[in-house]
């Protein structure tokens, strides 16, 4: 379980290829402080340490997860968001992220704010996803790249997020581009409301 406050940037060292898995091994400030089997949030998706090396770690990524998600796109020298889990006895700054992406999101508009930015992104709508709580709602969360934000201006299969000059700088928001590929998980908490209501028909 994550909050979406990014820790910092990790910059991928190495992908390799294992038949249907990709190895993922990135360098980052506190590997020292991970161990095998931790999980590590990666633009969002909850991925488990399998390796420790000097400055670098390992994780590895199923074909399903590079399937909903945008690692299969990572190169060597990306940068990628990383959260290490939730400690359960301090404050919740973001919302409560799973880890587990519900699929990609392209980046359609970015608009100056004058000094913070606008985003906007484009999901595959489907009315089926949309009835079990996969959809944005103004001023609630979701979670892009493993970011916790708020939405604002939702359509059937657009919103818009408002990027502080710190995020900006301290995520990989300062990397993406307009027909960028992002990762969004929608807030759990609209899911189980949702699944009540089928329940209850």
């Not at 940037?9 to 190495?14: G, P």
């Not at 959809?135 to 939702?154: A, H, I, R, W, Y």
């Not at 710190?166 to 990762?183: A, P, R, S």
């Amino acid at each position: 379980m994550f909050s979406g406050i990014v820790e910092e940037m990790a910059v991928v060292r190495a992908v390799k290829r294992d038949r249907e898995n990709v190895d993922f091994t990135l360098e980052c400030s506190f590997t020292d402080e991970l161990k095998i089997d931790q999980s590590v949030s990666h633009n969002g998706v909850c991925l488990t340490v399998v390796a420790i090396e000097g400055r670098c770690y390992t994780v590895t990524a199923m074909k399903e997860t590079l399937d909903r998600s945008n690692l299969g796109c990572l190169k060597e020298g990306d940068r990628v968001n990383i959260e290490r889990s939730m400690i359960m006895n301090g404050r919740l700054d973001g919302h409560i992220v799973q880890g587990h992406v519900d699929g990609t999101a392209e980046c359609i508009g970015i608009k100056d704010a004058d000094g913070s930015r606008y985003f906007t992104f484009k999901y595959a709508f489907d009315k089926e996803m949309a009835r079990r709580g996969y959809f944005t709602v103004d001023k609630g969360s979701v979670t892009v790249n493993g970011v916790s934000l708020t939405v604002c201006n939702p359509t059937r299969d657009e919103f818009t997020v408002a990027i502080i000059p710190y995020t900006i700088e301290h995520t990989n928001f300062c990397d993406i581009k307009e027909g960028g590929k992002v990762n969004i998980e929608f807030d759990i908490l609209g899911k189980y409301i949702a699944r009540l209501k089928e329940l209850g028909e």
